[in-house]
Structures are given as C-alpha cells and as structure tokens.
C-alpha cells in the first residue's frame, strides 16, 4: 500500500480516537508520525503556517513563540511533509494534500521554512505552548498505536 494511504488511515485512526487531536497535539502527531515515517527511509519535514513573508529556511528555531515574533510564521497548527515517488505531499491527523503550498483541513498556508523531526519532538514535549484540553497521555498512546497498525503493519 503506497505510503499517503497509509497516513490516511494513520491520520483517521487518532481521529476516530482523538477527535480533537490537531487542537493541542499535532505536534505530538507529526513528531511521532514523522520519526517513524523517517525510520522507513522517508525525507520528512515538520510544517507549519506561514503568517509573514519567510525567505528561507530557518534551522535554528529554539522556541515556537520566538518563531512567530522573529520569522513570520506560527504554530497555531503543524504538520507533516513527506516525500512520496519523487514528489511531497502535506498531511495532518484530518487532511492530505499533494505540493508543499497548504496543508491540513482549513487548507493552511506552509510557511517556507520548517522544523525537523527532531526539533518537533523538542517542542512536542514541553507543556507551556499547547492546548491543555488535548490528553497527552492518551494522545500519544492513540498515536502509537495507529502507528503500529498502519505503518509498521
């Protein structure tokens, strides 16, 4: 099965466990979805929604917040950028989109610039910065499991 089915079904499986999951753990989802994704050979990128008019990547994001003020983007939402058979593709727990132009179900506009997998799961992890109606503990446990299913299966 080609890889974007699969996120599909990775993506409707939190859902249908987390419904609100990209409001407060998209981080926690394209950090733990894009480190698998990763582990099996994929190019991934951490996206986010641009606000301002970004000019190049910036790898030395330390802070979400600083982000907003500093490059022009903000992390009202995040989600993943996978290369796919030569091209890249967009995708959240809700939505899947061909090109790097917008992602996620609003159809969110990606900022040039993005984080790796490995910042996200950085950010991720800290509290100060996300919903706290989103359940961490089940959220992930949500995840993990949609991942064991669909992508490791």
């Known amino acids: 099965m080609p890889i974007i089915k699969k996120l599909r079904k990775v993506g409707s499986s939190v859902v249908s466990e987390i419904p609100l999951i990209n409001h407060g753990g998209c ?11 990763e582990k099996l050979g994929y ?3 951490v996206v986010f929604r ?7 990547n910036n790898p030395e994001i330390k802070c979400p917040l600083l982000a907003e003020e500093e490059i022009g983007v903000d992390f ?4 993943l950028a996978v290369k796919s058979g030569g ?23 990606v900022a040039k610039t993005y984080l790796t997998v490995e910042q996200a ?14 359940p ?13 299913q669909h992508l490791k299966g």
């Not at 009202?76 to 989600?79: D, I, N």
């Not at 799961?121 to 989103?134: C, D, Q, R, V």
């Not at 961490?136 to 064991?148: E, F, L, N, S, Y």
């Open 27 to 37: 981080c926690v989802y394209a950090a733990k979805v894009g480190k698998e994704l």
């Open 87 to 109: 091209k890249w593709y967009t995708h959240d727990a809700e939505a899947t989109h061909k090109g790097l132009k917008v992602f996620g179900e609003d159809r969110l506009p």
């Open 121 to 134: 799961e950085s950010f991720a992890s800290k509290t100060g910065f996300w919903n706290t109606l989103y």
């Open 76 to 79: 009202y939402h995040v989600g």
């Open 50 to 56: 641009k606000t301002g008019n970004v000019k190049k």
């Open 43 to 45: 190019d991934v990128r």
């Open 136 to 148: 961490r503990v089940d959220g992930k446990k949500a995840i993990q499991r949609a991942i064991k």
